[in-house]
């Protein structure tokens, strides 16, 4: 029998959402004797989230249209499937996707002033921004911070990586063709037509590991499956676990499972049968880079190799968007999570999501990111050194920053347990 639950601790999620239950998260540290939150919390463990990291560093950098991009969505559907999540799926789609019925052809030049199609597989290829190293760059705009900024790009050179691993597993260029990525779902038990979605993208690009963008977040929401997956594990609403693929080409992987999806939502299949495929979407939360917040880079253009004292996890919505006020509202409430339930940094909420999963769901459900830097603003002005580089690869990191990635673990999971009404049975 059900015995403990997160409204039995006295606060319920509604509760949250409508900012009542602010007072109660100032009290004393909860214990896992008493909370059934901090119970599912302290299941969260730096050893078994850097084990599923590491596991994803045998596929190089899993850049999208390769076959150790394939094997790497493989491995992870057996894993989520050794960790409980056995209702394993796939939304398949092809990469690049069919242009608009009124598109030019490709290769027709394109019209003055008119952005260019990308040629085939181009879309996970940026120019370099930032410039050289000086008080707000090159003065093109695009970060509010005033400060130094650092060179960012992608990595396109095989001989820039030193290791000769690595450089052997990701020679492989890739093709255009079908893709796929996998997800699976805890079914709630009183609210299964009621879902929150928790999403990070499993491809990478840049000749490394891909071991923070976004081997970090991938590994993550493994961890929330593996967690919530429990036998012992009851959750009132449903949560779905998605790892995206074809992130770094423009999200295509999560464009295609809204343009798949979204019509679906709460439709009972078979009817009367209390069974949704796809139910209601009620928040995304989405996780992408959470190891390395080092801060900015000096006069000399160099990021401090050590974690910052003052690290944090950013936890963003998009202030533009036409959830914005309910997303502000879902943020903050991790934010309160984060306060309540985390270990070792706090979470500060930012209003620029940009560039991640989330971005096709905004304006159609709340959601949010979670960041190890705020993208709209640091990471774009080099706070990240490793970002697409060849030294984004394990020896790089150390425990403080996958640390880090924990913390935002379980500053979601604390989150979304309280959200979905999650109890274990005695």
Not at 30 to 45: G, K, W
Not at 271 to 290: A, I, K, T
């Amino acid at each position: 029998m059900r015995t403990r639950s997160f409204a039995s601790f006295g606060v319920t999620a509604a509760a949250f959402w409508l900012g009542a239950a602010a007072p109660a998260l100032q009290a004393q540290q909860p214990t896992a004797e008493d909370d059934p939150v901090a119970a599912l919390v302290s299941r969260l463990t730096l050893d078994k989230y850097k084990t599923t990291l590491k596991g994803l560093t045998q596929f190089g950098d899993r850049r999208q249209g390769t076959r150790r991009n394939r094997d790497a969505v493989d491995w992870i559907e057996a894993q989520l499937q050794a960790f409980g999540c056995t209702n394993t799926e796939r939304i398949v789609y092809t990469f690049p996707p069919p242009p608009p019925p009124d598109a030019a052809p490709r290769g027709t030049p394109p019209r003055r002033g008119a952005g260019r199609r990308p040629a085939p597989n181009e879309g996970d290829l940026t120019t370099a921004t930032g410039g050289r190293v000086g008080r707000r760059g090159p003065g093109s705009g695009g970060s509010t911070l005033f400060g130094y900024r650092g060179s960012t790009g992608v990595n396109r050179d095989l001989m820039a990586q030193p290791d000769e691993r690595i450089r052997e597993l990701n020679r492989e260029e890739p093709v255009d063709g079908e893709r796929s990525e996998v997800y699976c779902t805890k079914v709630g038990t009183t609210r299964p037509d009621e879902m929150y979605i928790i999403g990070a993208h499993m491809d990478g690009h840049g000749v490394n590991e891909a071991v923070n963008d976004d081997g970090s977040g991938t590994a993550l929401v493994m961890e929330l499956a593996r967690v919530f997956s429990a036998p012992d594990v009851e959750t009132e609403r449903s949560i779905r676990f998605v790892l995206w693929n074809n992130e770094e080409t423009g999200l295509n992987g999560a464009r295609a499972y809204v343009a798949q999806r979204q019509e679906l939502q709460g439709v009972e299949d078979p009817p009367g049968s209390g069974r949704y495929p796809e139910p209601r979407w009620v928040g995304m939360v989405q996780h992408d880079m959470m190891l390395w917040d080092h801060g900015a880079p000096g006069p000399d253009g160099l990021v401090s190799r050590n974690q910052r004292p003052e690290a944090d996890v950013n936890v963003e919505f998009q202030s533009n968007s036409e959830r914005a006020d309910d997303s502000m509202r879902l943020a903050f409430l991790f934010k309160a999570a984060n306060e309540r339930y985390a270990t070792d940094y706090p979470a500060a909420v930012g209003p620029h999501m940009t560039n991640t999963d989330s971005t096709p769901f905004m304006d159609i459900v709340p959601s949010i990111s979670l960041r190890e830097n705020e993208r709209g603003a640091q990471v774009g002005a080099g706070w990240d050194p490793n970002w697409h580089q060849p030294t984004d690869v394990w020896t790089t990191y150390t425990d403080d920053d996958f640390r880090l990635g924990l913390n935002a673990g379980q500053t979601t999971l604390a989150a979304i347990a309280q959200l979905t009404g999650a109890g274990i049975d005695n």
